[in-house]
């Protein structure tokens, strides 16, 4: 007997069927962003990668499902092509792997037009799927409907698919001999196995290749595990999936960005809660039935494009982007699992596993103020004297204003210097010592815009004045006072690795070294120790994948550099850190990020005892970690005392979930400093 709900459960009934139906709605909506970037991607991208390359797809197919190309960043254009490359490469890996009969069952599909691209005649890059491969298209009824309708208004689409069957099941929206459509919400396990039971996938001689790409994420772990296990359960089948990680938890600044974006927007993450690592991603499916697993983070993948591939890509458009992209891609990860044991992750598609640390020590007592102000700009300069000056960065336009920072608040003012150096980011500036006068050297309006310009301010008459040129271009270098000398390193530039300023002579001359290197470091960390005459050079890039995990130290003398150690860990593989003496032999090394590891609590900062190796994190207190963003991306440290190091400016843009200002903070190591001694 059936009770009959009171007006009031009705009422409740109802509300929460509202509430679902608009959740419903909110993850179908974040396909449109998708597949917008896509588009971007399509439209920027492939035509110039198929030039004299029939191997690689010229057609498009994004363009029937985007009515206007939007303008996306670098970055982002970056990030969804590898996307795209995830997902193609690990079919590509199948296919090859094989001659039997495969389907290709896309769970939340979305306007992917991936049955276009691979069912197409035309399409060169797509024969090796010619014959071999069906399609399964399945999502919420709505979507679906919509994709449908826009299959059947396209001449183009519709030749590419064939003629419809005459009889198809009920749940079939749209089907070819080839390809089917059909709507289905994956938070219905029972409903889920009841439409795929028609397609005979419960046949061995069938390779199944299931994927997700990030549309679990928005279930619930349990149900999506449901839909992980069923699909584990048929034969011979393989499960792509791509989606969001938060391998440092929820308050690492990049996550606490992503999670905040999806909950604004109604779409939470749900599944990266409780599966947040690459580790806990591999227990997941080889507990749900995939024991053969290949995964990695999107830099992995990224590191297995073939070398002529990256070029192509590299030079596409202006990128000089580099932290954002390291913080994407270790926030995404491509899982490819099989239960077929014999099937072998070869060649480029396996994945090299990431560089372990061994058990590092944890020092605990160093004290964290955030200031009352923050500087919201970020690649700018700073340099210290008896006041501690800024110059110039983006915020997010470039900049050309020179100001004096407050260390105790952050507040800062600007300073009357009348005819001001052009607008620049990715620049040095540094104190010429005892009179009073702060140097800059090189930056850039924008990546191909590099400067060869100097600047001379100083503090007796508050104006600038222009340097010698530069003998080439040069930004994101490094730079510090050596024996009265400006020693230069590094950066962005076709010269040499070094140079130094004599403000005497005003001159720039090439110092003698024996750096092995063959090209300059680009965005390394370096500082030098007066009373030890000791410097040290930190990580930097060779390119946009290689990465130096190298720290070296050298002396400093007659015009020549030497190199006299160095030392190697993964925790000194560095992009953009920022690097300060504490004492003759103990270094505090700040933010950066790694191609091969997201920085957290307690890696973001490291102490570095240059006599004996040994390195320790310096854990970055709950108060400040849980509830400010500290984005140590295109900040500045300065030394404010012996044991007290200020940290201004920077930020980042994550990706597309919105930018984030680092606040500025004060760090105090008085309670550890004895024991650096």
């Not at 419960?202 to 149900?223: G, H, N, Q, T």
């Not at 393989?238 to 938060?246: A, D, G, R, V, Y």
């Not at 899982?335 to 596993?353: E, L, S």
Request: with cysteine; proline share 5%; charged share 25%.
């Amino acid at each position: 007997m059936t009770t009959e709900l009171t007006p009031r459960q009705l009422k409740q009934l109802e509300k929460q069927n509202r509430r679902k139906k608009y959740a419903d709605l909110a993850i179908q909506g974040t396909n449109n962003s998708s597949i917008a970037s896509k588009r971007s991607v399509e439209v920027l991208y492939l035509s110039k990668l198929s030039e004299n390359d029939r191997s690689t797809q010229a057609n498009e197919y994004f363009k029937y499902f985007v009515k206007k190309t939007p303008k996306r960043s670098p970055c982002i254009n970056r990030g969804y092509w590898l996307r795209l490359h995830a997902i193609r490469s690990r079919l590509d890996s199948i296919v090859e792997a094989t001659q039997k009969k495969i389907v290709v069952v896309n769970l939340g599909c979305g306007f992917d037009p991936l049955p276009f691209q691979l069912l197409d005649p035309n399409n060169e890059a797509s024969r090796k799927y010619s014959g071999r491969v069906r399609f399964l298209d399945l999502d919420y009824p709505d979507l679906i409907s919509k994709k449908v309708q826009i299959i059947k208004q396209n001449d183009e689409l519709t030749n590419i698919l064939g003629p419809e069957c005459d009889e198809l099941s009920d749940a079939v929206k749209f089907g070819t001999v080839n390809y089917i459509a059909a709507p289905c919400n994956l938070n219905y396990l029972e409903t889920f196995k009841k439409d795929i039971v028609p397609f005979g996938l419960d046949d061995p001689e069938l390779i199944k290749v299931f994927v997700a790409e990030v549309s679990l994420a928005y279930m619930k772990p349990e149900r999506a595990d449901d839909i992980i296990k069923l699909c584990g359960e048929l034969p011979n089948s393989h499960f792509l999936m791509l989606e969001q990680l938060i391998p440092e938890g929820e308050n690492e600044p990049f996550s606490k960005q992503m999670l905040k974006h999806f909950r604004k927007n109604d779409s939470p993450l749900l599944s990266v809660l409780q599966y947040k690592t690459l580790q806990s991603q591999r227990e997941r499916f080889s507990k749900l039935g995939f024991p053969n697993i290949n995964a990695g983070d999107m830099f992995k993948l990224w590191e297995s494009v073939d070398v002529e591939q990256r070029l192509k890509v590299k030079y596409l458009e202006l990128f000089d982007e580099l932290e954002e992209f390291h913080l994407f891609c270790h926030h995404y990860i491509i899982c490819h699992a099989t239960n077929d044991t014999g099937f072998a992750f070869d060649g480029t598609y396996k994945f090299t596993p990431s560089k372990s640390i061994r058990s590092l020590e944890i020092l605990t007592e160093a004290k964290f103020q955030i200031l009352e102000s923050s500087l919201a700009r970020k690649f700018g300069a700073a340099a210290q004297d008896k006041l501690v000056l800024y110059f110039g960065g983006s915020s997010p336009a470039r900049l050309n204003e020179l100001i004096e920072v407050d260390v105790d608040t952050g507040n800062y003012i600007p300073l009357d210097t009348g005819e001001a150096p052009p607008v620049r980011m990715c620049h040095t500036l540094t104190s010429l010592g005892s009179s009073q006068e702060f140097m800059m050297i090189g930056g850039r309006q924008s990546p191909k815009d590099g400067y060869t310009d100097t600047w001379v301010f100083n503090m007796g008459s508050n104006l600038w004045r222009q340097g010698p040129s530069l003998p080439e271009s040069r930004y994101r270098h490094a730079a510090c006072l050596i024996e009265n000398q400006i020693l230069v390193f590094g950066g962005s530039t076709t010269g040499s690795p070094f140079l130094t300023y004599d403000p005497v002579q005003q001159t720039f001359e090439t110092p003698d070294h024996n750096l092995d290197l063959d090209r300059p470091l680009i965005s390394a960390a370096m500082d030098y120790n007066h009373e030890a005459q000791v410097g040290v050079i930190v990580g930097g890039s060779f390119d946009e994948t290689l990465v130096s995990d190298a720290l070296y130290t050298f002396s400093y003398n007659g015009n020549t550099v030497k190199i006299k150690n160095s030392l190697k860990h993964p925790l000194l593989q560095r992009y953009g850190a920022k690097v300060k003496f504490i004492n003759n032999h103990t270094l505090m090394l700040v933010g950066g990020t790694s191609p091969e590891m997201l920085f957290g609590q307690e890696t973001s900062i490291v102490i570095i005892d240059i006599k004996s190796g040994k390195i320790c994190g310096l854990k970055i207190h709950p108060d400040i970690w849980d509830d400010h963003p500290l984005f140590l991306v295109g900040f500045e440290l300065v030394q404010i005392s012996l044991d007290e190091f200020l940290v201004i400016g920077g930020g980042a843009t994550c990706y597309g979930f919105g930018a984030v200002a680092n606040k500025s903070f004060k760090i105090s190591i008085s309670n550890i400093l004895n024991g650096l001694d």
